[in-house]
């Protein structure tokens, strides 16, 4: 049939290319060989080089690849394969079938027609030769057309196979029989193949032959087809051609009538543009004409104007002549006056500072010089002093204060140096008691190590007896380890007690500073005797311990088997040394409280009884006791097993029921959050205008005053507080749902999206609010702030000068009240105030004092706060405010803080003052006196009380250099950790509250306080809450070292 000549085809084509495998090329034959070659070819199996044979026969001959593969597969070890040579020699030469030729053929009847038809056709040619090869393919390797397998070739290649295989008997056959029949099978194969040659030779010229008819046909059909291509395409071409010709000559008509009427349109604009610049240009005319009548008349009327102007410039000449020497005559006088002013001011200037010189030697004076200065200061006082001008009573305050100042120091001075003196006496004996008192101490210690040393020693050799091996019995044992102990004990507290007397009293010994080297070479001699002994007596101690255990060990060891025997012997009855089923029966109810079930005796008997005996011996007891526990065990599993078997099915009956319950709740409490989250929907838009009204205030807080903040917030903390009003209901109703539905375990899962977002809306609208509510707290916070610093400024001002005032008089601070109100009077009135500020020329602003003392409303206000109540003097029963002493003093409180750490002294002047403390960054201090300048360094200093721990002493406020320490400011203290507002200034358990403090609320100080001199007491303020208004005391820092409050 076709599918067998396609196969003839194939055969014959693969043979014409396939070398002569008689004599293959690149191949040599054994003949000539080296021996050495030879005996390697030889222990090539034959198998392996049959196949390497067919594999070189398939390959080309002569090429360096294939001597390459070749000596590859010489060296590859014999392996079965269950393929046959042949095919791999098949497949080789089918790989590359005679495709020039075909190639060549197939371009014969190739035609210069159009590009695209010949890639067409070559592919064409392509696919048919993939689908031939493909069919080549499947019949070498044995399948026929319809794709199945062919036996027949299958068979074929095993049988050539089996026959090229060497059997055993070749394998042990000598080279040279090896070598003949080798060349047998060459000869039978090269038969063979040159038969198939014979065979496939006419099924390979029909294939051809029918392959070149096809070819030729297709080649005709080509051919007409192209012609019928160039014939469309030439008649195609001939009308489009025709059709350009025809809008050509539509285009060139079209285009000849555009030009004739853009040539008319040209023609009327330039006609038009004609008549327009001849009217344009008489116009011009026109205009030129009247302009030049214009220009004569301003002409004329500006000659005028020059003329009158000219008359008038001359008339004002002449009056700024007369007013300059008017002006030249007055400058004259006031120079005059000047020039005698500045003189009588250079002699105030002169006496002033003669003054002054006078005062700084006097501030430097020492108790040698003091009277000379004092003398010279009365001299300048009479002579210099009247010439002062408005200085006068000025410096006349500061001599006085001076003077006394001096005299104070002086006395300071000389008190200091007895002081000195009796000092250096005292520190000269206190060393001498030292000295003693370490030697003591010495002597009193050596005599300790020397009693510690002799017990340790003691007790060592008491415990000699118990080293290594020995044969004493344990009663005596016992008692060595008892008199051990006995003595140890004695060592180690006589050891004990030397190193306690040393940590007692090293600090008395080592405060002997001249014997200090002897104390401490003392010391560290006797510290390894202390060692030595404690060692020993831990030693002793540790050897009786040891064998007292293994003593205890024994006994307690024999009376356990002692009271096992006693145990065993009450339960056998028959005394026979063995427990029967009775017995065991009877030790199970009493020993363990069980009733043993008859298959575990029965377990025990047939383990624990031996073949011999029956019953238990005592040998045995300890396991029968293990195997009644174990049954015991058993026995008590079962019924735990039966109960959470109950237990589970009660579960399960509960759980069925829970799930109804469950199915009917949900609905109910499902239609209860729908309407939870309308309410809350409902309420989103009053929230909305909240905040869009909270955001507009924010923006317009820089535009508006305090009290505008303050209203403007209160405004929007109301309607806060009516839509907090409404949503705190619903938040009530959502907890009680989600209290039922967290109840039940199976609700919770079933309605937790449901729950989750009703919690979470109403979560965020009250997140909402109290975002609201912060940013209203903080607007107001910083209103109260700027009303605080705007009334600070004033109290600060009128408090400077009020001080400048008493400090120029030589007076303190705290004698102000005094030095206005009166000697005997509790009360003054605002205008006493402005009084003594007009008498002492102080330059203050009326309102401002109207401000820190306001009349009845605020005052009755601010008197609420005051711990005392006043009565009112008769003197002071006006319409005018009340001021009393207390609320004076608040006003006239100045405080300073610590920048950067200073020294806190006990003079003025700094090189005459010894240091208290240092002051760190950040405490506070209230101003007493000051700021005045210490003359020997040239800075400022004031002298105050530290809030820390009511230190008073002198600080400087700055350095020469320009370091500044301290700045004013400490009167606001910061919460920084909860705390109480109480009424009380003890710190005392059970205190009255006032209000509670939190983080970040600003206190105003009032005054303050120490609980206690001690180093135990804390500071307390007395401070008004920003923003509340609420009074009361508050502590600064616990004794455990707690910062509540720290200054801003």
Same mark, same amino acid.
């Given at each position: 049939?076709?599918?067998?000549?396609?196969?003839?085809?194939?055969?014959?084509?693969?043979?014409?290319?396939?070398?002569?495998?008689?004599?293959?090329?690149?191949?040599?034959? !054994?003949?000539?060989?080296?021996?050495?070659?030879?005996?390697?070819?030889?222990?090539?199996?034959?198998?392996?080089?049959?196949?390497?044979?067919?594999?070189?026969?398939?390959?080309?001959?002569?090429?360096?690849?294939?001597?390459?593969?070749?000596?590859?597969?010489?060296?590859?070890?014999?392996?079965?394969?269950?393929?046959?040579?042949?095919?791999?020699?098949?497949?080789?030469?089918?790989?590359?079938?005679?495709?020039?030729?075909?190639?060549?053929? &197939?371009?014969?009847?190739?035609?210069?027609?159009?590009?695209?038809?010949?890639?067409?056709?070559?592919?064409?040619?392509?696919?048919?030769?993939?689908?031939?090869?493909?069919?080549?393919?499947?019949?070498?390797?044995?399948?026929?057309? &319809?794709?199945?397998?062919?036996?027949?070739?299958?068979?074929?290649?095993?049988?050539?196979?089996?026959?090229?295989?060497?059997?055993?008997?070749?394998?042990?056959?000598?080279?040279?029989?090896?070598?003949?029949?080798?060349?047998?099978? &060459? %000869?039978?194969?090269?038969?063979?193949?040159?038969?198939?040659?014979?065979?496939?030779?006419?099924?390979?010229?029909?294939?051809?032959?029918?392959?070149?008819?096809?070819?030729?046909?297709?080649?005709?059909?080509?051919?007409?087809?192209?012609?019928?291509?160039?014939?469309?395409?030439?008649?195609?071409?001939?009308?489009?051609?025709?059709?350009?010709?025809?809008?050509?000559?539509?285009?060139?008509?079209? /285009? #000849?009538?555009?030009?004739?009427?853009? *040539?008319?349109?040209?023609?009327? #604009?330039?006609?038009?543009?004609?008549?327009?610049?001849?009217?344009?240009?008489?116009?011009?005319?026109?205009?030129? +004409?009247?302009?030049?009548?214009?220009?004569?008349?301003?002409?004329?009327?500006?000659?005028?104007?020059?003329?009158?102007? =000219?008359?008038?410039?001359?008339?004002?000449?002449?009056?700024?002549?007369?007013?300059?020497? #008017?002006?030249?005559?007055?400058?004259?006088?006031?120079?005059?006056?000047?020039?005698?002013?500045?003189?009588?001011?250079?002699?105030?200037?002169?006496?002033?500072?003669?003054?002054?010189?006078?005062?700084?030697?006097?501030?430097?004076?020492?108790?040698?010089?003091?009277?000379?200065?004092?003398?010279?200061?009365?001299?300048?006082?009479?002579?210099?002093?009247?010439?002062?001008?408005?200085?006068?009573?000025?410096?006349?305050?500061?001599?006085? %204060?001076?003077?006394?100042?001096?005299?104070?120091?002086?006395?300071?001075?000389?008190?200091?140096?007895?002081?000195?003196?009796?000092?250096?006496?005292?520190?000269?004996?206190?060393?001498?008691?030292?000295?003693?008192?370490?030697?003591?101490?010495?002597?009193?210690?050596?005599?300790?190590?020397?009693?510690?040393?002799?017990?340790?020693? +003691?007790?060592?050799?008491?415990?000699?007896?118990?080293?290594?091996?020995?044969?004493?019995?344990?009663? #005596?044992?016992?008692?060595?380890?008892?008199?051990?102990?006995?003595?140890?004990?004695?060592?180690?507290?006589?050891?004990?007690?030397?190193?306690?007397?040393?940590?007692?009293?090293?600090?008395?010994?080592?405060?002997?500073?001249?014997?200090?080297?002897?104390?401490?070479?003392?010391?560290?001699?006797?510290?390894?005797?202390?060692?030595?002994?404690?060692?020993?007596?831990?030693?002793?101690?540790?050897?009786?311990?040891?064998?007292?255990?293994?003593?205890?060990?024994?006994?307690?060891?024999? =009376?356990?088997?002692?009271?096992?025997?006693?145990?065993?012997?009450?339960?056998?009855?028959?005394?026979?040394?063995?427990?029967?089923?009775?017995?065991?029966?009877?030790?199970?109810?009493?020993?363990?409280?069980?009733?043993?079930?008859?298959?575990?005796?029965?377990?025990?008997?047939?383990?624990?009884?031996?073949?011999?005996?029956?019953?238990?011996?005592?040998? &045995?007891?300890?396991?029968? %006791?293990?195997?009644?526990?174990?049954?015991?065990?058993?026995?008590?599993?079962?019924?735990?097993?039966?109960?959470?078997?109950?237990?589970?099915?009660?579960?399960?009956?509960?759980?069925?029921?829970?799930?109804?319950?469950? $199915?009917?709740?949900?609905?109910?409490?499902?239609?209860?959050?729908?309407?939870?989250?309308?309410?809350?929907?409902?309420?989103?838009?009053?929230?909305?205008?909240?905040?869009?009204?909270?955001?507009?205030?924010?923006?317009?807080?820089?535009?508006?005053?305090?009290?505008?903040?303050?209203?403007?917030?209160?405004?929007?903390?109301?309607?806060?507080?009516?839509?907090?009003?409404?949503?705190?209901?619903?938040?009530?109703?959502?907890?009680?749902?989600?209290?039922?539905?967290?109840?039940?375990?199976?609700?919770?899962?079933?309605?937790?999206?449901?729950?989750?977002?009703?919690?979470?809306?109403?979560?965020?609208?009250?997140?909402?609010?109290?975002?609201?509510?912060?940013?209203?707290?903080?607007?107001?916070?910083?209103?109260?702030?700027?009303?605080?610093?705007?009334?600070?400024?004033?109290?600060?001002?009128?408090?400077?000068?009020?001080?400048?005032?008493?400090?120029?008089?030589?007076?303190?601070?705290?004698?102000?009240?005094?030095?206005?109100?009166?000697?005997?009077?509790?009360?003054?009135?605002?205008?006493?105030?402005?009084?003594?500020?007009?008498?002492?020329?102080?330059?203050?602003?009326?309102?401002?004092?109207?401000?820190?003392?306001?009349?009845?409303?605020?005052?009755?206000?601010?008197?609420?706060?005051?711990? @005392?109540?006043?009565?009112?003097?008769?003197?002071?029963?006006?319409?005018?405010?009340?001021?009393?002493? /207390?609320?004076?003093?608040?006003?006239?409180?100045?405080?300073?803080?610590?920048?950067?750490?200073?020294?806190? $002294?006990?003079?003025?002047?700094?090189?005459?003052?010894?240091?208290?403390?240092?002051?760190?960054?950040?405490?506070?201090?209230?101003?007493?006196?000051?700021?005045?300048?210490?003359?020997?360094?040239?800075?400022?200093?004031? !002298?105050?009380?530290?809030?820390?721990?009511?230190?008073?002493?002198?600080?400087?406020?700055?350095? *020469?250099?320009?370091?500044?320490?301290?700045?004013?400011?400490?009167?606001?203290? @910061?919460?920084?950790?909860?705390?109480?507002?109480?009424?009380? $200034?003890?710190?005392?358990?059970?205190?009255?509250?006032?209000?509670?403090?939190?983080?970040?609320?600003?206190?105003?100080?009032?005054?303050?306080?120490?609980?206690?001199?001690?180093?135990?007491?804390?500071?307390?303020?007395?401070? @008004?809450?920003?923003?509340?208004?609420?009074?009361?005391?508050?502590?600064?820092?616990?004794?455990?070292?707690?910062?509540?409050?720290?200054?801003?």
């Amino acid at each position: 049939d076709e599918d067998d000549e396609d196969d003839d085809d194939d055969k014959e084509k693969e043979d014409e290319h396939l070398p002569d495998k008689a004599s293959p090329p690149g191949r040599r034959s !054994n003949r000539g060989k080296d021996p050495a070659v030879e005996r390697a070819s030889e222990r090539v199996p034959a198998r392996a080089r049959d196949r390497n044979s067919d594999r070189g026969a398939a390959r080309a001959p002569g090429r360096p690849v294939d001597r390459a593969l070749d000596r590859a597969a010489d060296r590859r070890p014999d392996r079965a394969t269950d393929r046959a040579p042949e095919c791999t020699s098949e497949k080789a030469s089918d790989r590359a079938p005679d495709r020039r030729p075909e190639r060549a053929q &197939d371009r014969v009847g190739e035609r210069p027609t159009d590009r695209g038809d010949s890639s067409r056709a070559r592919r064409k040619g392509e696919d048919e030769r993939s689908r031939e090869h493909k069919d080549a393919s499947m019949k070498r390797d044995g399948h026929c057309s &319809d794709g199945k397998r062919d036996d027949t070739a299958d068979m074929r290649r095993d049988r050539s196979r089996d026959e090229r295989r060497p059997s055993r008997d070749d394998r042990k056959s000598p080279p040279i029989a090896r070598d003949d029949r080798r060349r047998d099978d &060459d %000869r039978r194969r090269r038969d063979d193949d040159g038969d198939r040659r014979r065979e496939e030779e006419p099924r390979e010229e029909r294939r051809r032959s029918r392959s070149h008819e096809d070819r030729r046909r297709r080649d005709e059909e080509r051919q007409r087809q192209d012609e019928e291509d160039e014939k469309r395409r030439a008649e195609d071409r001939q009308k489009r051609d025709e059709e350009k010709r025809k809008k050509e000559e539509e285009r060139r008509r079209h /285009e #000849e009538e555009l030009q004739r009427r853009r *040539n008319e349109k040209r023609r009327r #604009e330039e006609a038009e543009r004609i008549k327009m610049e001849e009217a344009r240009r008489r116009d011009k005319d026109s205009e030129r +004409a009247d302009a030049a009548e214009r220009r004569k008349k301003e002409e004329a009327e500006k000659k005028e104007e020059v003329e009158q102007k =000219r008359k008038e410039d001359a008339q004002k000449q002449e009056e700024l002549n007369k007013k300059k020497q #008017e002006d030249e005559k007055k400058r004259t006088e006031e120079e005059a006056k000047r020039r005698e002013e500045d003189a009588k001011v250079l002699r105030q200037q002169q006496a002033t500072l003669s003054v002054l010189r006078v005062l700084q030697k006097l501030s430097n004076a020492k108790p040698e010089s003091f009277d000379s200065l004092n003398t010279e200061l009365e001299g300048v006082l009479k002579t210099e002093l009247p010439e002062t001008g408005a200085q006068q009573e000025i410096l006349r305050a500061e001599a006085d %204060r001076v003077l006394e100042y001096s005299k104070q120091y002086i006395d300071q001075v000389r008190d200091q140096q007895k002081k000195l003196e009796e000092m250096k006496a005292q520190q000269q004996q206190k060393t001498q008691d030292a000295e003693k008192n370490a030697k003591a101490l010495i002597e009193e210690l050596t005599q300790l190590v020397t009693h510690a040393k002799s017990a340790a020693e +003691a007790a060592h050799d008491t415990a000699a007896p118990l080293a290594g091996d020995h044969n004493l019995e344990s009663n #005596e044992v016992l008692r060595i380890s008892l008199n051990v102990e006995q003595a140890g004990k004695t060592a180690m507290k006589a050891c004990s007690a030397c190193a306690d007397f040393l940590v007692q009293n090293r600090q008395p010994i080592e405060a002997a500073d001249t014997i200090r080297v002897e104390t401490a070479s003392a010391i560290a001699s006797l510290q390894p005797k202390i060692q030595n002994a404690t060692r020993q007596a831990t030693e002793a101690l540790q050897r009786a311990k040891e064998h007292k255990d293994k003593i205890a060990r024994q006994i307690a060891l024999r =009376r356990s088997c002692e009271k096992k025997a006693a145990i065993f012997k009450l339960y056998d009855k028959d005394g026979d040394g063995l427990l029967n089923r009775e017995e065991v029966i009877a030790c199970s109810k009493i020993e363990f409280g069980f009733e043993l079930p008859q298959e575990n005796l029965d377990r025990i008997c047939r383990q624990l009884f031996q073949h011999v005996r029956k019953g238990v011996a005592f040998s &045995d007891f300890q396991l029968l %006791r293990t195997a009644i526990g174990i049954a015991r065990d058993e026995a008590r599993c079962k019924v735990k097993r039966a109960e959470r078997l109950e237990r589970e099915a009660k579960d399960r009956e509960q759980a069925l029921k829970r799930q109804s319950v469950v $199915s009917e709740k949900k609905g109910v409490l499902s239609e209860t959050c729908a309407s939870l989250m309308k309410e809350l929907t409902a309420l989103e838009p009053e929230i909305q205008n909240v905040e869009g009204e909270a955001a507009a205030l924010s923006k317009q807080v820089e535009q508006l005053k305090a009290d505008g903040i303050k209203a403007l917030a209160s405004k929007i903390e109301a309607a806060q507080e009516g839509v907090r009003t409404k949503l705190v209901p619903v938040q009530d109703r959502i907890a009680k749902v989600s209290k039922e539905i967290t109840s039940m375990p199976e609700l919770l899962e079933a309605m937790r999206v449901e729950l989750a977002s009703v919690r979470s809306k109403a979560d965020a609208q009250n997140l909402r609010l109290n975002k609201i509510l912060t940013g209203l707290s903080c607007l107001h916070s910083s209103a109260c702030q700027q009303e605080f610093q705007a009334n600070e400024s004033k109290r600060m001002e009128l408090a400077a000068k009020l001080r400048i005032c008493i400090e120029a008089k030589g007076g303190k601070a705290e004698d102000l009240f005094k030095t206005i109100a009166g000697e005997d009077s509790d009360e003054m009135t605002k205008e006493e105030i402005w009084a003594f500020l007009e008498e002492h020329k102080c330059d203050i602003q009326r309102e401002k004092l109207d401000a820190l003392f306001p009349d009845a409303p605020a005052q009755q206000k601010d008197k609420e706060h005051d711990d @005392k109540a006043t009565t009112t003097n008769s003197k002071k029963k006006s319409s005018a405010a009340i001021i009393t002493k /207390e609320r004076f003093t608040r006003v006239m409180r100045i405080f300073y803080k610590v920048v950067k750490e200073i020294v806190l $002294s006990n003079s003025l002047l700094i090189d005459q003052s010894s240091q208290l403390r240092r002051m760190d960054v950040g405490e506070v201090m209230e101003v007493l006196q000051g700021p005045m300048l210490d003359p020997s360094v040239g800075v400022y200093r004031i !002298n105050g009380k530290a809030l820390k721990d009511a230190a008073s002493g002198w600080v400087t406020v700055a350095g *020469n250099q320009g370091v500044t320490f301290l700045l004013p400011g400490g009167n606001v203290f @910061k919460v920084v950790a909860p705390t109480v507002l109480a009424e009380d $200034s003890k710190d005392t358990e059970g205190k009255v509250v006032v209000h509670q403090l939190k983080a970040g609320q600003i206190l105003e100080v009032l005054e303050w306080t120490r609980t206690s001199r001690s180093a135990l007491g804390v500071t307390r303020i007395k401070g @008004k809450v920003q923003g509340h208004g609420a009074v009361g005391w508050a502590t600064v820092m616990g004794s455990n070292g707690t910062k509540y409050l720290e200054p801003t």
